[in-house]
């Protein structure tokens, strides 16, 4: 069954710090994966998506993120940090055969000090 | 630019009560979904719709329905509203082109049930 583990709940990072969200997944195939950030009362926002290619990918924001097959992980990174930046943020996986079905992870929220 | 627009932010109702949640998409998709966010919990799917007047049970519909009469309109039912059914509730469309499978979200509707 496909699943997504975000392993932390809460992260505060320091402005300009850089950071590294976790993400892992569970599925039998290559799946496509997003990150959506969510900023408090909103909905979800894509940041960026890997369905193939090049495992390094660019989102908006001066966020990447890398795919690892072999570490079933896709981690979300952005080198220097935003106090705008502090938000919800979930990876998700998504369906590539049958269905359209999206498995979003529990989420990591990011606090950022100044 | 892509909307997807939530009939209400806010919404306060009573233990019993019967609730409509509407969810417009001028997108022109075919999928539309509904989740509930809850904190830890991230999103749950509580139902779907591939196409008009289909529907598919999510992860959660206990005590939920749905109904899809026209494509860009997507409508969640409490029958019966209780209070573990205070939550925010997500709806997102996205399109059958496997090459888009990005899911846009609506603002969330905040229901608390009394």
Redesign the interface.
Known sequence: AQSVTQPDIHITVSEGASLELRCNYSYGATPYLFWYVQSPGQGLQLLLKYFSGDTLVQGIKGFEAEFKRSQSSFNLRKPSVHWSDAAEYFCAVGATAGGFKTIFGAGTRLFVKA | DVK?TQSS?YLVKRTGEKVFLECVQDMDHE?MFW?RQDP????R?IY?S?DVKMKEK?DIPEGYSVSREKKERFSLILESASTNQTSMY?C?S?S?D??D????????TRLTVT
């Open positions: 997807v932010r999928n989740y830890g919990l991230g999103l799917l779907f591939y999510g997500l997102a996205s059958h496997r090459a499978p990005e899911q846009y979200f609506g603002p969330g």
